[in-house]
């Protein structure tokens, strides 16, 4: 064993790269086999679901697949009332957002209840973009982008534990938690249940292709520590949602480049391996910046892996991208507003500042 580590120049990172590179080719490939829609869903999935052992993996996969099988069926059900106009669906959103995110940040299976929430959002969204399109369809092919990546991401995680992990183990991640009651993560999933429910509105007022992918931006970056939401939380989403411009713009330019350039498929599928390399790495090794690392990778598949490889060209990817950067656009104003609204006082006895719950 010791032999083997000094003659091949891997470690622990490098193996978890390699993974997720193996995961995402899988994934992509199992998509377009099955006839997913969204391919470059499938290969997310593929990237987010891999974790260092088989175990937590498969854990992680499946809270993913439970709480999008979830979100889907309550799209069915509820997506009906959204055609009554944004009014309906905002209020629609706002219910079923701010429960699951509240769970999400606080609950031991916050994964399934932020994909709840995720894929309500992103379909009730997708619905609305496309009146004509059927909501069943949509469903359908959502659970089957997670489920193909997910299937993708087992089987490279099982493979590499009775190989790679034998001489490069990972460090085994602690075991989650349910908080007690929080009321700093309820007035945190408030301010992101409300940028949510912004979106119809948003929509209707100008032209947003896959405007869904602003649900997805809100819900993601909303995602934060809990230790960091006492002062209000606008520092840890601002930090959050600047990581995630940076690693999209990265992670945009590299694709682009490689768009420009007219490469063959064969050539594209090696840049995604390199770009998902280059992104697990950096989300490895920048600890207090890792979500760089999360967002280069997405913009990179967002960007790189079409629905059809004939269709392989910037504007869908644009297109994309747009949507991610409106709900940026969305989200911070309503985090700032929420803090200067409930600012602290300052206090004259004894000189003292008192924060109010969301101050700073």
């Given at each position: 064993m010791t032999a083997l580590r000094i003659r091949v120049p891997l470690d622990a990172r490098r193996v978890d790269?390699?993974?997720?590179?193996?995961?995402?080719?899988?994934?992509?490939?199992?998509?377009?086999?099955?006839?997913?829609?969204?391919?470059?869903?499938?290969?997310?999935?593929?990237?987010?679901?891999?974790?260092?052992?088989?175990?937590?993996?498969?854990?992680?996969?499946?809270?993913?697949?439970?709480?999008?099988?979830t979100g889907a069926a309550l799209a069915l059900l509820l997506v009906p009332w959204t055609a009554h106009g944004p009014v309906a669906m905002s209020l629609l959103l706002a219910l079923v957002t701010l429960p699951t995110?509240?769970?999400?940040?606080?609950?031991?299976?916050?994964?399934?209840?932020?994909?709840?929430?995720?894929?309500?959002?992103?379909?009730?969204?997708?619905?609305?973009?496309?009146?004509?399109?059927?909501?069943?369809?949509?469903?359908?092919?959502?659970?089957?982008?997670?489920?193909?990546?997910?299937?993708?991401?087992?089987?490279?995680?099982?493979?590499?534990?009775?190989?790679?992990?034998?001489?490069?183990?990972?460090?085994?991640?602690?075991?989650?938690?349910?908080?007690?009651?929080?009321?700093?993560a309820l007035r945190h999933a408030a301010q992101g249940t409300l940028a949510v429910a912004l979106l119809p509105w948003i929509a209707?007022?100008?032209?947003?292709?896959?405007?869904?992918?602003?649900?997805?931006?809100?819900?993601?970056?909303?995602?934060?520590?809990?230790?960091?939401?006492?002062?209000?939380?606008l520092r840890l989403v601002s930090a959050r949602l600047g990581q995630r411009v940076v690693g999209c713009v990265a992670g945009a330019g590299y694709a682009g480049v490689v768009l420009l350039l007219h490469v063959s498929a064969g050539v594209l599928l090696l840049a995604v391996a390199i770009g998902v390399a280059i992104g697990r790495m950096a989300e490895n090794g920048w600890r207090a910046r890792s979500y760089v690392g999360t967002q280069f990778v997405l913009a990179v598949l967002v960007t790189l892996v079409p629905d059809r490889v004939e269709d392989v060209a910037v504007a869908p990817a644009l297109a994309r991208l747009e949507g991610i950067a409106v709900g940026l656009a969305i989200l911070e104003p309503v985090v700032?507003?929420?803090?200067?609204?409930?600012?602290?006082?300052?206090?004259?006895?004894?000189?003292?500042?008192?924060?109010?719950?969301?101050?700073p």
């Open positions: 790269a390699i993974e997720c590179v193996v995961s995402v080719l899988l994934a992509i490939a199992l998509a377009h086999w099955t006839g997913a829609r969204n391919i470059s869903w499938a290969a997310f999935s593929g990237y987010m679901v891999m974790r260092g052992h088989v175990s937590e993996t498969m854990l992680r996969g499946l809270l993913r697949i439970v709480g999008t099988v995110l509240y769970a999400a940040l606080t609950a031991r299976r916050a994964y399934a209840w932020l994909f709840v929430a995720l894929t309500f959002a992103m379909v009730v969204l997708d619905a609305a973009e496309h009146p004509g399109a059927d909501v069943h369809a949509l469903v359908a092919t959502r659970v089957l982008e997670v489920a193909v990546g997910t299937l993708a991401c087992v089987m490279v995680s099982l493979a590499s534990t009775l190989t790679l992990r034998r001489w490069w183990p990972a460090a085994k991640a602690g075991r989650a938690t349910r908080q007690p009651w929080h009321p700093d209707r007022a100008i032209d947003v292709p896959e405007i869904a992918q602003g649900a997805v931006t809100i819900l993601a970056v909303m995602m934060v520590p809990l230790k960091g939401l006492e002062a209000g939380g700032v507003a929420w803090h200067l609204i409930a600012r602290p006082r300052v206090s004259t006895a004894h000189g003292a500042v008192l924060s109010e719950p969301g101050g």
